[in-house]
């Protein structure tokens, strides 16, 4: 017997040592250890305690025993040796198997059913076409390991396995011992199943400001990891709607000052934007920059184009503030520079036009348009506009 414990214990510090573990723990609260009298020929059934949320694999055994046998160990009790199923998979099954002085001949098979209705069925027919597992051969003990991905036994909706038991002894009683312990991986504990998750997701790209974004999957996805960080998904069921739709709003607050995440709002924003210009769509271009000016992440460029808007939109007043606020933030930018000679030309004040119009006739707006090339352009889009264009001929000549 001391040859048989050192050999568990050298197999079970290999698998503890060599194998990565996994992030759970053995649920031994909610284990679940029966005994049941299984009469000749008879066929019985034994249904698990509730598992646990989170439960991805289970470890049980089948132990027959006539009336002068006895357990050796309990299965809790070894698998609090055997750090996670990791463990049990790569050589320490074997630890699951030295459960019983057992000597006599007593035999049994079994099956695995996931509705009661089924292993019922089972009582009656004996079919086990409806198992998700079936042990056809006679054992007079067994262990097994069933996990989440490679047994249809565990599900996320499944909360108990039912087992049945057919004797196959023919005159006598036998007495049937069956233990079950799940193992519950932390995270999942908290109830975040894919469909949960994919619920979350679903809401907040409904929200408002996920709709401010072309690609709001970060987004959601920060608010989501920040929702099943707080709470429980049971918890957070139970919230009121208005108190689900302040959580929404403070993650969402947050999650839209992330560095990462408001980058890539207002870059969205900002390419929103610049689309609807060229489709000189300038009242719906406004909204998109004043979003992005309201929450103090505006460029130069920024105040260049809502003033641009504006003028088109002959909201001069409007535009001069805007392109005042751009030349603060960089009094070198071109384009602000431009775009406020244009205000004042077309707002009838052609001398403080002119002045800013023959500084900078020399210099490109960008790296490849020149001043004068881009005026030219612009005059063309304000006569079309029905902007006063009496003075662009007067500016045009100013070049020449």
Known sequence: MNLKRLA???LITI???TFAQKDGYWDKERATTKEIIAYARDRITLKTEDLPVGTTEIVYRVTLLDENQQMANSLVSVLKAIPDPTGISQGSA???FIMSKISGDDTCTYALFTSNDDVKKYVDDGKTNKACYAQEEPISKDAKRLSLDKSSCLGQNISNIYFGFHSKNWVLSQKIVLEVVPWVDTKLNRGWNQDNKNEIISLCKTSTMAQKMADSDDFCVCILEKIMKQYRYTEFQKLLPIEKNKVYKDFGNLCYNDAAISKNVYNDLRTQAATLIKLQKYNEAIPKLNTIINDGKAT?????SIGYCYILTKQYAKAI???KEGEKLDDTELLVKLNLAHVYLVSDDYS???AIYKKYQTQNVTDSLSWTEKT???FTI?????LPSKDFERVLNLFN
């Open 15 to 17: 698998s503890y040592n």
């Open 321 to 323: 503030k805007s392109l």
């Open 376 to 378: 030219k352009q612009d």
């Open 352 to 354: 403080e036009a002119k």
């Open 8 to 10: 568990l214990f050298f």
């Open 94 to 96: 074997g630890a699951v």
């Open 300 to 304: 130069a460029i920024d105040y260049s």
């Open 382 to 386: 304000f006569q079309k506009a029905g």
